[in-house]
């Protein structure tokens, strides 16, 4: 099963962590999208999953889509979504 998460903050990170840890998601199938340089520098260094700067055409091979991002960047996100 894919897994994509976007949205790599302290939710988004927690969402991967207890995929991974709990052997629902293989860390190779689970993609984070983040946009902010140093956070992708962080999660890079966590090695959960793989990361992504943009959202691209992966999005459309996932199995399920987990939206980790704060309420006020939700309109512009569905936006891009569409």
């Given amino acids: 099963m894919k897994v994509g998460i976007i949205g790599g903050g302290n939710m988004g990170l927690a969402y991967a962590r207890s995929l991974v840890g709990k052997n629902i998601v293989e860390n190779n199938e689970l993609f984070i999208y983040e946009s902010f340089p140093e956070r992708?520098?962080?999660?890079?260094?966590?090695?959960?999953?793989?990361?992504?700067?943009?959202?691209?055409?992966?999005?459309?091979?996932?199995?399920?889509?987990?939206?980790?991002?704060k309420p006020q960047s939700f309109s512009e996100l569905s936006e891009t979504l569409k």
Wanted: aromatic share 4%.
């Fill in 40 to 69: 992708v520098l962080f999660l890079k260094n966590v090695e959960i999953g793989q990361v992504k700067v943009e959202l691209d055409e992966s999005i459309e091979d996932l199995d399920v889509l987990v939206l980790a991002v």
